[in-house]
Nanobody
């Protein structure tokens, strides 16, 4: 059974930075990516970023490219999402997940069952 433990998040002013981490247990290294989704109140969940533990291939949504950076610690089965130049539109609950990297590229909420999910962590960006 795959378990994910997320940490990080909090309150930050616009233009500031935060770092999220997601540690996986029970994950097979070669198969899965670890990454993040987010959901703002009243909005659909969206894919944000992901990274393959095995080879470092990444996915970023267009809305975060150039501002968010995902990295990994292979030995610790952990992924980190550095979020810089945060905007109010980045405010959301961020969910750590693991699944096939391709599923981030083609994500729709109907595909939620293709992922293992961790708990959400709230990111609030103030003006």
């Amino acid at each position: 059974e795959v378990q994910l433990q997320a940490s990080g998040g909090g309150l930050v002013q616009a233009g500031g930075s935060l770092r999220l981490s997601c540690a996986a247990d029970g994950l097979r290294l070669d198969d899965y990516a670890i990454g993040w989704f987010r959901q703002a109140p009243g909005k659909q969940r969206e894919a944000v970023s992901a990274i393959m533990l095995s080879d470092g291939r990444t996915y970023y949504s267009d809305s975060v490219k150039g501002r968010f950076t995902i990295s990994r610690d292979v030995a610790e089965y952990t992924a980190y999402q550095q979020m810089d130049n945060l905007e109010q539109e980045d405010s959301a609950t961020y969910y750590c997940a693991t699944g096939f990297l391709a599923a981030w590229h083609n994500y729709t909420p109907e595909r939620d069952n293709e992922f293992y999910w961790g708990q959400g962590t709230l990111v609030t960006v103030s003006s």
